[in-house]
Structures are given as structure tokens and as C-alpha cells.
């Protein structure tokens, strides 16, 4: 498997106006910030975007964006797979904002949503804790649920992939809304 083609922050920055940007986060990370211009559509939704994405693509070039630069990769790859070539944007938002560079956000948007990131940190340190505590106040066996959770960072941290933010993605404070998602592609149809 090959890595996707990488911008540099600085290097995307000059040439934001002849790309087609997309955000893989998801709505509510979107919400928190974002490349300006950037069109969201969430890495699980990649799929129903296809068309649209490969249409964009012919238009001109595609750069593909997230919070670190992880999902991007996941989402150019999975692109690649289906004949359409984009780039990646090299340490995400997180990186083009340490730059000094601005990030929009959604009109009415007053309060940030946590990052998919930050999220899989507080559920898989609740369950550490609880796998400990229930372990010493209940039974041992509930110790299993934090050893479970070590085996999951660890194949996360592998594979480059995460089932706990895959699973995080589908509460609905993380999903986009269908009209969302018909208005973002509409969008896309447009540029």
C-alpha cells in the first residue's frame, strides 16, 4: 500500500484557491474549525460521495483533510482504491492552525464539539478506570475491560486505524444530518 501525496500546510495555503478541500472530520469537529472552503463529508460517508468526489477530482485536485492527518490518509487511500487521486493534508487542521493560518467556522456554531481524538480519550479512559475499580470493589474479571482497551490502543496504534472512534462517529452529536450532507454534495457538484 502506497502513502497518499502530501501538502504541506504553507504549501496548500498558497494554492487554496485552485483546490477542492474536503474535511473528514466529522460535523461536529467541522464545526469546532475548519480549512476555509473546505466541504465536510465525514469519513464514513465517503462512500455516497463518491461520484461527486470523483467528478471533482477530473475538475482539478483534491486535497483531503482531518484533525492529524490519520483519517485523511484512510480517506485518500480508500479514494486511491477507487481510481481517484487526491492529496492529503500533512499534520491536519491541527497543523495548518499552528501555522498561524485561520480556521472557519459554521455560521451559528457557538460551541466547539470535542474532537474525535480527545472523545476516544475520555471513553477509553473511562473504561480503564471502571475495568480497575470494578476489578478491586466487585469481582478481578473486570479487570479484563482495561486489558481490552490496552489490546485496542495498541492494534489501533498498528494498524493506523481506531474501532472506537469508528463506533463514536455513528452518536448522533457526530453525525451529519441527511440535508447536510445532500447540501454539502450539491456543493461539490457546483465547483
Known amino acids: 500500500m502506497t502513502t497518499p501525496d502530501a501538502l504541506q500546510p504553507r504549501q496548500a495555503r498558497t494554492r487554496l484557491d485552485e483546490l477542492t478541500v474536503i474535511d473528514v472530520r466529522t460535523p461536529g469537529e467541522y464545526a469546532g474549525g475548519h480549512i476555509p472552503g473546505a466541504l465536510n463529508i465525514p469519513l464514513d460517508q465517503l462512500d455516497r460521495a463518491m461520484p461527486?468526489?470523483?467528478?471533482?477530482?477530473?475538475?482539478?485536485?483534491v486535497l483531503v483533510v482531518c484533525a492529524s492527518g490519520a483519517r485523511s490518509e484512510n480517506a485518500c487511500r480508500m479514494l486511491a482504491e477507487n481510481g481517484i487521486h487526491t492529496a492529503t493534508l500533512a499534520g491536519g487542521t491541527g497543523?495548518?492552525?499552528?501555522?498561524?493560518?485561520?480556521l472557519d467556522r459554521p455560521e451559528g456554531s457557538t460551541k466547539a464539539a470535542w474532537g474525535m481524538e480527545r472523545q476516544v480519550r475520555l471513553v477509553a479512559g473511562s473504561v480503564v478506570l471502571?475495568?480497575?475499580?470494578?476489578?478491586?470493589?466487585?469481582?478481578?474479571?473486570?479487570?479484563?475491560?482495561?486489558a481490552g482497551v490496552a489490546g485496542g490502543l495498541v492494534f489501533s496504534a498498528v494498524t493506523n486505524t481506531c474501532g472506537m472512534a469508528a463506533m463514536l462517529a455513528k452518536l448522533p452529536h457526530n453525525r451529519p444530518r441527511k440535508a447536510d450532507l445532500d447540501a454539502t454534495l450539491a456543493r461539490l457538484r457546483a465547483t
Open 52 to 61: 461527486e468526489i470523483r467528478d471533482a477530482a477530473r475538475r482539478g485536485e
Open 95 to 102: 497543523a495548518w492552525a499552528a501555522q498561524g493560518h485561520d
Open 130 to 146: 471502571a475495568g480497575l475499580a470494578l476489578g478491586e470493589f466487585v469481582h478481578p474479571a473486570f479487570r479484563l475491560l482495561s
